[in-house]
């Protein structure tokens, strides 16, 4: 029942710590890569659209894990030492900021050169807004640029649809691959992140009526040298498109 319930409502696998204690069992001939899919914000409801799409998207190819915020404490990742076995972390989170230990396994899994895929928030995910973490708390003031070569600073707030096109000489891109990019129509907010750094590539631009267009989905290198993709789709309506869905499974999988 335990096992149903977590299937049904958080994703189409769970590591075996989330109900036995200890660290994550793994059969041996499981060699399907390891997906982390850390989920922290309240917004856009990730936490109800990110575990049907790696359910339908990835559970066949991958071995998936969800890390939720702690419920009473909004800078505490319970689990979050998953990480320490992931080869692809898939980040959902939006403002927070974390005890030193947990800041650390972030660290670490980043600057050995893994991959990130990040969605919405995730250019902002380990930082606060204008302010200092609280004591005993640790934020990461360089996020966007370091991972994702962006430069986030707000949003045009609720307006128009985002209408969305290939950006120049990115039609060929393995994220893209299959994906019929102009049907996709942004349904949030458009995001304010250019200019970005020269280490990224440009797939996606995002436009809206009277504003200059942005980028909204890249891939980068990341600081320490690991693969970076980034999207400011992510809205609950986004994840009600197919093409959407394939273009966030292309990037874990490139």
């Not at 409801?45 to 049907?52: A, H, I, Q, S």
């Not at 609280?134 to 962006?150: C, K, Q, R, V, Y």
Request: charged share 20%; aromatic share 8%; proline share 6%.
């Amino acid at each position: 029942t335990v096992i149903q319930h977590h299937i049904t409502c958080s994703g189409p696998t769970i590591t075996s710590n989330q109900i036995l204690g200890g660290k994550p069992f793994r059969f041996k001939k499981d060699t399907r890569p390891h997906v982390a899919i850390v989920i922290a914000e309240q917004e856009y409801r990730t936490n109800e659209t990110l575990p049907p799409f790696a359910l339908d998207h990835l559970g066949k190819e991958f071995r998936v894990s969800f890390v939720f915020a702690n419920e009473k404490e909004r800078n505490d990742l319970p689990g979050i030492d998953v990480l320490n076995e992931a080869d692809v972390l898939l980040l959902s989170v939006r403002r927070r900021v974390l005890p030193p230990t947990q800041m650390t396994v972030v660290r670490k899994y980043l600057e050995s050169g893994k991959p990130i895929v990040g969605i919405r928030t995730a250019n902002h995910a380990l930082l606060l807004r204008k302010q200092a973490a609280p004591e005993g708390l640790e934020s990461w003031d360089t996020w966007d640029a370091d991972i994702f070569g962006g430069s986030y600073t707000n949003h045009y707030g609720r307006g128009p649809e985002v209408s969305i096109t290939v950006a120049a000489n990115a039609a060929s891109h393995r994220i893209l691959k299959g994906v019929k990019a102009d049907s996709i129509k942004g349904k949030g907010s458009l995001y304010i992140v250019n200019p970005l750094a020269n280490s990224t590539t440009p797939l996606l631009v995002g436009a809206i009526p009277d504003k200059a267009p942005e980028t909204i989905a890249w891939a980068n290198r990341t600081k320490f040298g690991g693969k970076a993709f980034y999207t400011s789709l992510g809205h609950i309506d986004d994840f009600a498109q197919p093409e959407f869905r394939k273009l966030l499974a292309n990037a874990v999988r490139w």
